[in-house]
């Protein structure tokens, strides 16, 4: 696998929920897992989601599905988070999960293959930052109702310790934990190897 990265912060593996990890500049800055039924993704850069080349069936993997279209859901940035051009096709809500997925891990789990996190700014969101029922929700989608989950925290900086604070809410039990860095290199390759993951059944 080739990821692209220009900034990014660092993760710390917690537990053995992970099974590879990309390394750049000898830190971790992306990680894939198991957690209960579920997968996760956890990134410390925004603008890796997605972006990765692969011959692994990443995607699907995540979804816990063949179909190559996952139905997808994203939310947690606010309107001045993320990179310029970052654009994904699925459903989205701002910051916050909308009300009826709230305490209803199994209803999200119903209407969404993955559920995409992206940690928004402090300088931004005027303190706003998801509840801890709604980090829950996300958790239990992935740990109790076998949903995949791609979560994305960033360089320090352009987060705040706040901000941390909150994306560790959901990574930490997965057994990742987003570090206050700031990688800035300019424009680096890494290449990751490892064995790619069965594809799913179906």
Not at 99 to 127: C, H, T
Not at 189 to 194: A, L
């Amino acid at each position: 696998m080739t990821i692209d990265s220009q900034q990014s912060g660092t993760l710390a593996i917690l537990n053995q929920n992970t099974f590879a990890t990309a390394e750049l500049q000898g830190e971790i800055v992306y990680a894939l897992g198991n957690a209960g039924p579920g997968r996760f993704i956890a990134t410390a850069d925004s603008s890796l989601p997605f972006n990765e080349q692969s011959d692994c069936p990443i995607r699907e993997w995540l979804a816990g599905s063949p179909d190559p279209n996952p139905k997808l859901f994203w939310w947690g940035w606010g309107d001045s988070d993320g990179p310029a051009n970052w654009n994904y096709p699925g459903d989205s809500s701002g910051i916050h999960l909308p009300p009826q997925y709230v305490g209803n891990p199994a209803q999200l789990a119903a209407d969404y293959d993955i559920v995409m996190y992206l940690e928004g700014s402090g300088q931004f969101d005027g303190g706003d930052q998801p509840t801890d029922e709604e980090m829950q929700t996300l958790l239990e989608y992935v740990t109790v109702h076998g949903g995949g989950a791609y979560i994305s925290s960033e360089f320090a900086g352009y987060l705040k310790p706040a901000d941390y604070a909150s994306v560790n809410r959901v990574l930490m039990p997965l057994g990742v934990e987003a570090l206050e860095v700031n990688l800035n290199w300019g424009d680096v390759n890494g290449q990751i190897e490892f064995t790619c993951f069965p594809a799913p059944v179906g």
